[in-house]
């Protein structure tokens, strides 16, 4: 049991941030974050050491969303940035960026999943390319390189639009 304490203590920060990206909860996070731990303790006999224990641990907090997701009978919600990004503005700029935003996240739908994945952890959970090579299970140019082809693709199709 001290092993999972060490694990907790270790990757329960990435986790949070990952499932906050996710989510864009910090109550929903913080609940998934408790009910992944839970299930790793479960679980932990069939984590095979295949990759990295952080990677293992998003996994199954994805797992957990999308799960409570469809529960919901409801798709990934579109309100993941917070509203802080609006602290002084009148409410026609608050209208029009959250307008924006929505789009932004219409169209994030539309792409792969490790892209879009990729794009919500550097953009709106502000993980390093490293950090998000860890959660993915994958090397940090792999990281820059999905992120640099998926924000060009999002500017392309806001550019088809205009």
């Keep these: 049991m001290q092993d999972m304490d060490a694990i907790y ?3 329960s920060e990435i986790v949070y941030k990952y499932v906050f990206c996710l989510t864009g909860n910090e109550d929903t996070a913080e609940e998934i974050v408790q009910e992944t731990f839970f299930v790793a303790v479960k679980d932990i006999r069939k984590f095979r050491g295949e990759c990295k224990i952080s990677t293992w641990l998003c996994q199954i907090s994805k ?3 999308y799960k409570k997701l469809k529960k919901q009978k409801r798709e990934i919600p579109l309100d993941v940035l917070q509203d802080t990004l609006f602290l002084e503005e009148s409410i026609e700029e608050n209208f029009l960026k959250k307008e924006r935003k929505i789009q932004v996240f ?3 739908q539309t792409f ?3 892209t879009k994945t990729v794009l919500y952890l550097r953009i709106f ?3 390093e390319y490293d950090e998000i090579a860890e959660i993915m299970g994958r090397t940090s140019n ?3 390189v999905v992120f640099f082809r998926g924000k060009q ?4 199709e806001f550019e088809h639009e205009k």
């Design 9 to 11: 203590k270790k990757y």
């Design 63 to 65: 797992y957990i969303w």
């Design 106 to 108: 219409k169209k994030l």
């Design 112 to 114: 792969d999943e490790d």
């Design 125 to 127: 959970g502000n993980f």
């Design 142 to 144: 792999w990281a820059r």
């Design 153 to 156: 693709r999002l500017k392309e």
